[in-house]
Nanobody, 122 residues
């Protein structure tokens, strides 16, 4: 079993920055691929970024590439999402997820956090 707890969400003006954190426990962290997803009201959950267990491979959605960066600290069992140049369309609940595969499909992930709200005002 893996527990995930997100933090760092909030209200920010367009153009601002936030850093989300996802702390994990319960399983060897470095064996897990970690993903960030988001879900806006009335929309499906969508892929944002993923990082491999070692941190050597990452991938970001086209909509956030160049603005968001996923990273991890295996010594702290934590994955991060640095979000810069935020736009109102980034407003959503952001979830971190853990699984054994480096994947874009949320259905592949085994464990999920409770989510953290990010609101970007114009």
């Amino acid at each position: 079993q893996v527990q995930l707890v997100e933090s760092g969400g909030g209200l920010v003006q367009a153009g601002g920055s936030l850093r989300l954190s996802c702390a994990t426990s319960g399983r060897t962290f470095s064996s897990l691929a970690m993903g960030w997803f988001r879900q806006a009201p009335g929309k499906e959950r969508e892929f944002v970024a993923v990082i491999s267990g070692s941190g050597g491979s990452t991938s970001h959605a086209t909509s956030v590439k160049g603005r968001f960066t996923i990273s991890r600290d295996n010594a702290k069992n934590t994955v991060y999402l640095q979000m810069n140049s935020l736009k109102p369309e980034d407003t959503a609940v952001y979830y971190c997820a853990a699984g054994t595969l480096f994947a874009y499909n949320p259905g592949v992930y085994d464990y999920w956090g409770q989510g953290t709200q990010v609101t970007v005002s114009s």
